[in-house]
């Protein structure tokens, strides 16, 4: 079954830990996303990729970083974890967003 | 940047009621996309409309494109209590990106 997927669900971290948020589709999408949301808030798109070796910067300055070395794999990674970096982060996948996204569950980080 | 408002920000509704939500823009759009958001997952798309004017259903679902191009409406009918979650609205004018509304919380009261 074609899907998206994200790991961990949960993750509570201390400060100045170095991790990485995973997200991988099955989907064959060329367009993949990363969004930060607090509980219940907007969502806010902070990078985005086109395709292999394409990353761009959203529209939410952040910290982290992305890679997309395969099509079908688009991690997150923050160097240095904070407490500002407490959030829901949310991976999406599309063929175009004409066609709209295909959201993962979601990953809930806790820096303490 | 564009900008989507969704209103009313929050709903109390009873079950068995009548939903409605809109989403305006002061720019002009070419596909509006509904979302639902439950609590602790993503958001799964509802209903994709890609016309000035066109009216889509999704069973209990009914959304509008707005015929100047720059709003959306949702309702939903008789609701039921799995309607509970955050209704987002979200636009494309042919870009790659997609501009995400701000949310509608809905919540059924006993």
């Known amino acids: 079954e074609a899907d998206i997927y994200q790991t961990p669900r949960y993750l509570v971290i201390g400060t100045g830990k170095k991790i990485t948020l995973e997200c991988s589709q099955t989907?064959?999408?060329?367009?993949m996303y990363w969004y930060q949301q607090d509980p219940g808030m907007e969502l806010h798109l902070i990078h985005y990729s086109y395709g292999v070796n394409s990353t761009e910067k959203g529209d939410l300055s952040s910290e982290s970083t992305v890679s997309r070395i395969r099509t079908e794999h688009f991690p997150l990674t923050l160097e240095s974890a904070r407490p500002s970096h407490t959030s829901q982060y949310l991976c999406?996948?599309?063929?175009?967003?004409?066609?709209?996204?295909?959201f993962g569950s979601g990953t809930r980080l806790t820096v303490v | 940047g564009q900008q989507l408002n969704q209103s009313p920000q929050s709903m109390f509704i009873q079950e068995g009621e009548d939903v409605s939500m809109n989403c305006t823009s002061s720019s002009i759009f070419n596909t509006w996309l509904w979302y639902k958001q439950d609590p602790g997952e993503g958001p799964v798309l509802l209903i994709a409309l890609y016309k000035a004017g066109e009216l889509t259903s999704n069973g209990r679902l009914t959304a509008q494109f707005g015929i100047t191009r720059k709003d959306s409406f949702l309702n939903i009918s008789a609701s039921i209590p799995s309607d509970v979650g955050i209704y987002f609205c979200a636009a494309n004018f042919g870009n790659e990106k997609l501009t995400f509304g701000t949310g509608t919380r809905l919540t059924i009261i006993p």
């Open positions: 999406a996948s599309g063929s175009g967003p004409g066609y709209g996204y295909t």
């Open positions: 989907m064959g999408h060329d367009k």
